[in-house]
């Protein structure tokens, strides 16, 4: 009999530590999903610092054309000689590009130069726009454009006001050539 009730004070033992546990579980559960977690903040000692530089830079056009009419002599022809005037912040190796246009008709660009002047003669045209221009062509006036192009990249700046100069063949204004106009 005493084997009975110690069988017996051993299941009821179980049984109670069992509960026990059960109890346990079910109320860390139901304290855990109750409790909501708490905010904290790190306790960094120094301040992290981030920096970045960034600028953007533009072209500047070039400015000031100006165009003064060379006389040929006797029986040369008369050219015009174009100048300009550029930002001192250009950035290095940035050229100049130079487009040609026959007023309502076609344009050329000129290969990219570092010198800021161009001196228009017929020459010029005849491989630039495929004019022949000889004693009897009739009189034409061309505008010339500027620009500032930095090469391997897209940047370029806008195209400078135009200079117009006209061309007059020899038989039709006495020496010809080319004349800057305004």
């Known amino acids: 009999m005493l084997n009975r009730m110690a069988s017996h004070r051993d299941r009821k033992r179980r049984r109670v530590a ?10 860390s559960g139901l304290v ?5 977690p708490l905010v904290t903040e790190a306790a960094w000692m120094d301040a992290e610092v981030a920096q970045a530089h960034f600028s953007a ?3 500047p056009a070039p400015n000031s054309l100006a165009c003064q009419t ?7 022809t008369d050219k015009a000689h174009v100048s300009w005037n550029t930002s001192a912040s250009l950035p290095p190796g940035a050229k100049y ?18 010198e ?9 045209l005849d ?3 495929g004019l022949v221009l000889n004693l009897l062509s009739p009189p034409a006036e061309y505008s010339v454009k500027v620009s ?12 400078s006001t135009p200079q117009s100069v006209r061309y007059t063949g020899a038989l039709l204004g006495l020496l010809g050539g080319f004349q800057c106009l305004s």
């Open 116 to 124: 800021r002047q161009i001196t228009v003669v017929p020459g010029l």
């Open 18 to 27: 069992l509960t026990i546990c059960a109890v346990f579980v079910v109320s």
């Open 97 to 114: 590009e130079i487009v040609m246009q026959k007023v309502g008709g076609a344009a050329g660009t000129l290969p990219l130069q570092t």
């Open 148 to 159: 500032v192009v930095y090469p391997g990249t897209q940047w370029r700046s806008m195209p």
């Open 127 to 129: 491989s630039l726009l």
């Open 70 to 76: 060379q006389a040929g002599g006797l029986l040369g």
């Open 32 to 36: 855990a999903s109750l409790v909501q």
């Open 57 to 59: 830079g533009t072209l």
